[in-house]
């Protein structure tokens, strides 16, 4: 498994991301979106056991070079958050992993965490090159979902008990 950090364009700038790729070199892409913490070592931990498995995953940096340490700081961060642009980051992380070498998918998977949920959602109500679609207890209040869009399988996992997103 080889993993580093890359840039791919996104509206007219660059972001970077984290690209873990499995040892053979190819295989599904997997786009993996952070929690509310940003792009910590947690969500490339993802990406490298998402290559583990056979999968190129990229984790685009949504807060750009940011990332919280407290409760506090990520609700700041995620409020924060420019949802125009980070659509267009999700859209240039697509495009960057489908035009990637070592993917084999015509279409990429995302999945996300908390805020990443909601976002890998609305990711796949925004883009037809989104295969499917994982959502982990996701959610944000200022994500609207185009619904009528959305043309990949949801899978969405929520807890019972969870009072901060609930099902």
Known sequence: MASETVQFNSNGGTT?????????????GVIVIQEWWGLVPHIKNVCDRFA??????????????RAATSPDEAGKLMMA?????TEKDLRGAIQYL??????????????GFCMGGAL?????????????????????PKVHYDLENLRAPVLG???GRDTFVTP
């Not at 970077?16 to 599904?28: A, F, M, T, W």
């Not at 583990?52 to 750009?64: I, N």
């Not at 489908?98 to 998918?105: F, K, N, Q, W």
């Open 16 to 28: 970077e991301g984290y690209l873990s790729v499995p040892e053979s070199g190819k295989g599904p």
């Open 52 to 65: 583990a498995a056979g999968f190129v995953a990229l984790a685009p940096d949504l807060y750009h070079g």
């Open 81 to 85: 958050l420019d949802i125009a642009q």
């Open 98 to 111: 489908l035009a990637h070498r070592g993917v084999t998918s015509e279409r990429v998977g995302t999945v």
């Open 120 to 140: 890998s959602l609305y990711a796949a109500t925004k883009n037809e090159q989104v295969g499917a679609c994982v959502v982990f207890y996701g959610g944000h």
């Open 157 to 159: 996992l929520y807890a």
